[in-house]
């Protein structure tokens, strides 16, 4: 079982790499003709504006719930207030994550 441990990270930086060759591999293709390339804007131009929008919801739940576990931090012996720290860096990013996919 603690072998597993030190593999884990291994297998994260496997599929980092696989994405990244498959990335090139995609930005080589032929983007089409000029509707289609205008289709792929249009599409891309409506996921942006979602993702925007669905961020000013997060930005509002991720403030909620920060405040909330910031105050559970303080009542449980367990826990700990940095709880929120973890919390927000890990929002941001996943919001990253959706940016740059």
């Given amino acids: 079982m603690s ?5 884990l ?10 994405m990244f ?3 090139r591999w995609v930005t080589k293709q032929d983007a089409g ?9 249009n599409i891309a ?3 942006m504006a ?3 929008a669905e961020y000013r919801v997060l930005a509002i739940f991720v403030l909620i719930a920060s405040a909330l ?3 559970l931090g303080t009542q449980v012996d367990t826990s700990h207030p ?18 740059m996919g």
């Fill in 3 to 7: 072998s597993l441990v030190y593999l």
């Fill in 9 to 18: 990270p291994l297998f994260g930086v496997v599929g980092l790499v696989y």
């Fill in 21 to 23: 060759f498959l990335q």
């Fill in 33 to 41: 003709d000029d509707k289609m390339q205008g289709i792929a804007k």
């Fill in 45 to 47: 131009d409506g996921a």
């Fill in 50 to 52: 979602f993702l925007n």
């Fill in 69 to 71: 576990l910031g105050w």
């Fill in 82 to 99: 940095l709880i929120v720290v973890a919390f927000v860096i890990g929002a941001v990013f996943s919001a990253l994550a959706g940016n």
